[in-house]
Structure formats: structure tokens, C-alpha cells
Nanobody, 111 residues
Framework: QVHIVESGGGLVQPGGSLRLSCVIS????????VDWYRQAPGKLREFVAM???????GYADSVKGRFTISRDNAKETVYLQMNSLKPEDTAVYYC?????WGQGTQVTVSS
């Protein structure tokens, strides 16, 4: 059974950084493309970043140049390094393997 767990969220000031982690167990991790999405209060869930099984990244325009996605196949983990955070980045961040969702991790950017 596939199990997805996100972590690393928290409260940070504007301009700060956080690194989110997504552990995906119970699947052939190295064959997976993995996405990060986020959902702010009152808004639809939106795409943030993706990484292919071949380690190719992709980003939403709103985070390009500030966020970096990476993966460690040995640890079955995908990371999302978030720099220069803005209040509009405040949301619950979710990891997705194309079929399953995690429970999300809250990111709050506020002074």
C-alpha cells in the first residue's frame, strides 16, 4: 500500500526559507514522477513543482527561481526547497505521485 507523508512546514517570515520533504513508501519510487501542489484558504489546489523519474524538474511561474525540487531515490524522498518566501506562498502543501495524496504540511509566511 502506498503511503505518502509530507513534513517540514511551519511559520516563517517573508524572505525566509523552508525545506519540505515528501516520503513515498510502498511503491517503486525510482520510477515515479512526483508533484507538489498547494492549497490556500478559499482557493483551488494549484500545481507548484514536479520532478520526473529522470530527475527533470518543472515549476509554476509563481515559484520559478525561488523554489527548487529534488529527489533522493535511496531515501524515497522528494524535497522542495523554498527560498524568498512571500505571504502569498501561505498554503497547505501536498505531495502527489500521480495517484495518491499525502495529508499535507502547512506553510505560513507572515511577519
Amino acid at each position: 500500500q502506498v503511503h505518502i507523508v509530507e513534513s517540514g512546514g511551519g511559520l516563517v517570515q517573508p524572505g525566509g526559507s523552508l525545506r519540505l520533504s515528501c516520503v513515498i513508501s510502498g511503491s517503486n519510487f525510482r520510477l515515479l514522477g512526483v508533484d507538489w501542489y498547494r492549497q490556500a484558504p478559499g482557493k483551488l489546489r494549484e500545481f507548484v513543482a514536479m520532478i520526473s523519474s529522470g530527475n527533470s524538474p518543472g515549476y509554476a511561474d509563481s515559484v520559478k527561481g525561488r523554489f527548487t525540487i529534488s529527489r533522493d531515490n535511496a531515501k524515497e524522498t522528494v524535497y522542495l526547497q523554498m527560498n524568498s518566501l512571500k505571504p502569498e506562498d501561505t498554503a497547505v502543501y501536498y505531495c502527489n505521485n500521480g495517484l495518491n495524496w499525502g495529508q499535507g504540511t502547512q506553510v505560513t509566511v507572515s511577519s
